[in-house]
């Protein structure tokens, strides 16, 4: 069980809006501890997609976006396009384990 | 241009010994600021962090996986070095190593492709 908490799955149409919760505790979101989005499409190595909350690196459409909130996180998808259809990870750092955390993984289906 | 490459066995035995060796470029481990982290996940699985090594040679690790686990560097050869001991069929994953971004203890911006380990006998 991941410490930071992810719907399986997400599904939308092409050109739609989706988002992706991210739910800790105090010992890491809460805690003021940023967090980090990763995309992982099939058999590849995960992908930087949002750094720092709300941060794109260079290359990363402006589709993506993230925000942070207390003990929660998400990662918000507009202008879904099939290419989206990947697994999507949140990470942050967690105190009372001394490292990093990620969520469970959600699985993003454009229909 | 920083570039990550995880290498090892592809099959090894329970209760063996697993070494890993990731090997960098693009970057020092010698440079204050930087760490490199081990993450793995077994197939069909999440993401699972395993530890970190920075450029100081403080070391961390999973605490759930702490009495197993040893990382260490090597920053002449730009290479850190994971071993896992007593390897079980669970620890079948895919392995990845990753880099830091500058200062950051948590931020990973770049990832290797992963090495697969199967334990079987």
């Known amino acids: 069980q991941s410490v930071l908490t992810q719907p399986p799955s997400v599904s939308g149409a092409p050109g739609q809006r989706v988002t992706i919760s991210c739910t800790g505790s105090?010992?890491?979101?809460?805690?003021?501890?940023?967090v980090h989005w990763y995309q992982q499409l099939p058999g590849t190595a995960p992908k930087l997609l949002i750094y720092?909350?709300?941060d794109r690196p260079s290359g990363v459409p402006d589709r993506f976006s993230g925000s942070k909130s207390g003990t929660s996180a998400s990662l918000a998808i507009t202008g879904l396009q099939a290419e989206d259809e990947a697994d999507y990870y949140c990470?942050?750092?967690?105190?009372?384990?001394?490292?990093?955390?990620f969520g469970g993984g959600t699985k993003l289906t454009v229909l | 241009q920083v570039t990550l490459k995880e290498s090892g066995p592809a099959l090894v035995k329970p209760t063996q010994t697993l070494t890993l060796t990731c090997t960098f470029s693009g970057f020092s481990l010698s440079t204050s600021g930087m760490r490199v982290s081990w993450i793995r996940q077994p197939p069909g699985k999440a993401l699972e962090w395993l530890a970190r090594?920075?450029?100081?040679?403080?070391?961390f690790y999973s605490t759930s996986l702490k009495t197993r686990l040893t990382i260490s560097k090597d920053t002449s050869k730009n290479q850190v070095v994971l071993t896992m001991t007593n390897m079980e069929p669970v620890d079948t994953a895919t392995y990845y190593c990753?880099?830091?971004?500058?200062?950051?203890?948590?931020?990973?911006?770049?990832w290797g492709q992963g090495t697969t380990v199967t334990v079987s006998s």
């Open positions: 105090s010992s890491n979101i809460g805690a003021g501890y940023d």
């Open positions: 990470q942050s750092y967690d105190s009372s384990l001394s490292g990093s955390v």
């Open positions: 990753a880099r830091h971004q500058y200062g950051s203890g948590s931020l990973m911006d770049f």
């Open positions: 090594i920075d450029w100081d040679d403080d070391k």
């Open positions: 720092t909350n709300s």
